[in-house]
Every structure is written in C-alpha cells, then in structure tokens.
C-alpha cells in the first residue's frame, strides 16, 4: 500500500504543476491579475505567494546541515584520502567539460538559427553590469576566515571544504572520534527525515509556485522573442535528453530512461524553485535513496555541482550572446566566441545556484566580450520561466555526474538503480510512533 502512496506523491506534484499552469494561465490571460485587484491582492500575490516561499525557504533551511552533516559522514564513510581526491578532480573534470559542451552547442545552433536578425525591439527595463571576480578571489574564497559565517550565508564551496577538513581531522583522530562519527551518521539521517516531511507538502507548493510564475508572466513579450525562448528551449532539451543522456550512457553504461524517470521528481522541484541550491535536498535523497549513488560521493558532488556547474545556465548565456549580438547588429568573431565559453565557463565556479543568477553572469560575459550590457534589459521580462527550465537542466548534470564518478570509484549500487521502486517516498515513514495507541 506504501507503494501506491509513493507513486502517489509524484503523480500528485506533477498534478500541482499542471494545475498550477492552468489556473495561472487562466488568471493571465483573463487579464485577472492587475495590480489591486481581488485575485492580485488574496490569490496570486496572496495565498500562492506566501505558500510557494514558504516552501522554498523550507528546502534552504535544509540545505546547510544537510550538506554539513551528510559531507563529514561521507568523508568518513570513504576514509581514504586519494580516493576524495579522485572524487574531486573528476566530478571538476565533467562538470567543466559539459558547461563548455553545453555553451558551445549553444553558440552553434544560435548562431546557425540566428535569432534576433532584423529585429527591433525596445525597452525600458535596465540592467547593471558586473565585472567577473578575479580567479584568485574566486580561489582565495574558498577557504571560510570564519566557518560559522559560511554557514551562516549558506556559501558553499566554503562549507565544502570546511566539512572535508572536519572529515579529514575526525578520520585522523581515528577510535577516539567514533562517538563523532556516530553522532554525525545520525544527524544525517534526520536530516534526511525532514526532506520527507518537506517534501510531503510539495504538491500543494508546487501548484501555488507555478500559478504565481505562470500568472506574472508577461505574454506579450514571450511573442515578442519567441525566436529567443524557442531556440533556448531546444538547445536545453538537446543538451538534456541527448548530450547528458549519451555522457551518462557513454562514462557509466547506465541506462538513460531509467534515470530520467528516477529524475522527474527533483527536475520538478528545480523547474518550480528555479533554483539548484535549494533543490539540493531532494536531488541528494534521490540521487542516494533512487538512483543509487553511495552518500559518500554524493554528499560531495551534489552541492559541489549545484554551485560551479550550470549547464542550463550556459546554454542561456550562448544563446543570450548570439540574439543580443544580432538585435544590435554586433558581429561576433571566432575568438569572441571562445572568450564567451571560458568567461561562461569561469563566471559559473564562483557563482551560487540560485534564481536569476544566471543574467549576473551574462553581464560578466557581455563586459568580457564588449557587447552591451542594457541588451540584457530585452530578455529581463522573460527571464524567470527560461530560468525554470534552465535550473531542471542544472540539477540534472549535477546528478549525471554524480552517478558517472560513483559508478567509476566503486560506490554505485547497480541493484537500487535498476528497481523501480527503491526509495520511493513512503507516506507510512512519516508517521510517528506510537500513533493510536
Ligand atoms: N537558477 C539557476 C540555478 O539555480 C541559475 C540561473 O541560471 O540563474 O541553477
């Protein structure tokens, strides 16, 4: 019967996001959500508002224990320094390598497609530029002046490596730590009863997330760049259902369908919250529970990936490149071409996963290349659904390469991954003991 209430909770997010795109479709193109107005006022910038961000901060408020507690016990789980560090330098590898695979597919098919050629468009909308932080700030920040500060503000690649150290230091400690090791193991696993109890409420979360996105969404824009948002689209499907898919098949030998079913839960969750970091629980519980990741591998890849590797992201930055390039009649030569996917390539290390993210970094690369930055103010508008897809595209990388390394270093569990039914979300586990006596 747990089964059935498992597949019930898919199902039933995937409902919520339907639903959710109906009714705020309904509310957008009704011309209901003026601003003022009763729907406006109690539905769309009320109740759906309040519901969805309750939920997103929800998942945020995992994320840092999560990863702290699930990262020591990982390290101590591998208890082998060389293979961390095989861990590391090869989930760094893939992730770089398929950012630039990402962006340069972008390129070519942008440039190939041209959109943007003749077009005139106008806008009000502005947006300020950033300069890209130098590579030795990039690496200087890693190292945390002050851990509880890191924690504190949620940067990552800081509690990364603050974790690996405490890790480490137990490790060397050796049987006096046990206790240490014990107690961390624990900590995980209620961390990881507090992803099932968030995630219970997603169905209800996700459909007021997407009504409120699809309610906001400005329609006619969306005609208005259609040759943008198709073109970025397609290329973000390829890079998914065909680049990621034969990367996975190629390096691991597993199977792509199977993955993309186990996926369908976390895509949803990155597509609502557009954001991967605070996705990072429900692709960590999946990765581990679903697809069969060892918690040593994950716990690292996961928050390491929804940081420096944005596939998705990429791709929107080759596109981004292309049509702003051609609205402004700008040509672009091939060592343009090349700055735009190292710059793409640099800007996604240093910058979190989280929403809108992704145009910081275009206005890094557009100052790198000289094209102009207000360009960026055309796409502003409707930035927050390519986002969406974007971050599904995100996560999903994050999660390939995750199943890639373990696979490689031995810590992969074949049997989790071929049964359909491993670690679906169990209704009955959530309840508490004693109950009805
Ligand atoms: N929202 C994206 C993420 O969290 C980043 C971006 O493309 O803006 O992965």
Not at 160 to 185: Q, T
Not at 263 to 292: H, K, Y
Request: aromatic residues 6%.
């Amino acid at each position: 019967m747990s089964t059935n209430l498992s597949k019930n909770l898919t199902a039933k997010v995937l409902m919520g996001m339907a639903i959710g795109s109906i009714v705020g479709l309904a509310i957008n193109l009704g011309g209901l959500n003026s601003a003022g107005s009763f729907i406006n006022t109690w539905l769309v910038s009320g109740l759906f508002h309040v519901v969805g961000k309750m939920f997103v901060n929800s998942l945020k408020m995992l994320v840092v224990p999560l990863v702290l507690f699930s990262l020591i016990s990982g390290v101590c789980g591998i208890g082998n320094l060389r293979q961390l560090g095989r861990v590391g330098s090869k989930s760094f590898v893939l992730y770089m390598m398929t950012t630039a695979i990402a962006i340069a597919t972008a390129l070519l098919v942008a440039g190939v497609v041209a959109p943007g050629k003749g077009m005139n468009i106008e806008t009000n909308a502005t947006f300020a530029s950033r300069e890209a932080p130098p590579l030795t700030d990039v690496l200087i920040n890693i190292v945390p002046g002050n851990p509880i500060a890191a924690l504190a503000n949620g940067e990552m690649l800081q509690i990364i490596f603050f974790a690996i150290l405490i890790g480490v230091s137990i490790l060397m400690v050796g049987k006096k730590a046990d206790p240490l090791v014990d107690g961390v193991e624990r900590m995980n696993e209620v961390m990881m009863k507090m992803v099932d109890i968030v995630m219970s409420t997603a169905p209800y979360a996700v459909f007021c997330l997407i009504a409120h996105s699809v309610a906001n969404l400005g329609m006619g824009l969306l005609g208005q760049l259609l040759g943008y948002v198709l073109v970025l689209v397609g290329v973000l499907l390829f890079h998914l259902l065909v680049t990621l898919m034969i990367t996975l098949k190629v390096f691991s030998g597993l199977s792509p369908l199977m993955f993309l079913r186990k996926m369908r839960n976390v895509q949803v969750f990155a597509f609502s919250t557009a954001s991967s970091n605070a996705t990072i629980p429900v692709t960590l519980r999946t990765v581990t529970e679903r697809l069969g990741v060892g918690n040593s591998v994950a716990s690292f890849t996961i928050p390491f990936g929804a940081t420096i590797n944005m596939d998705g992201t990429a791709i929107m930055q080759g596109v981004a490149t292309v049509f702003i390039a051609n609205v402004y009649n700008i040509d672009l030569g091939f060592s343009d071409f090349l700055t735009v996917i190292f710059m793409a390539v640099l800007a996604s290390i240093g910058t979190a996963g989280v929403p809108g993210v992704g145009l910081i970094m275009l206005s890094m690369v557009f100052t790198q290349v000289g094209l102009p930055v207000e360009g960026i103010g055309l796409i502003l508008g409707v930035d927050r659904l390519l986002d969406m897809v974007r971050t599904a595209v995100n996560v999903s990388g994050d999660s390939v390469v995750s199943c890639i390394v373990a696979k490689a270093e031995g810590k992969f569990d074949s049997d989790m991954f071929r049964n359909p039914q491993a670690g679906l979300f169990k209704k009955d586990e959530l309840e508490m003991p004693g109950k009805g006596q």
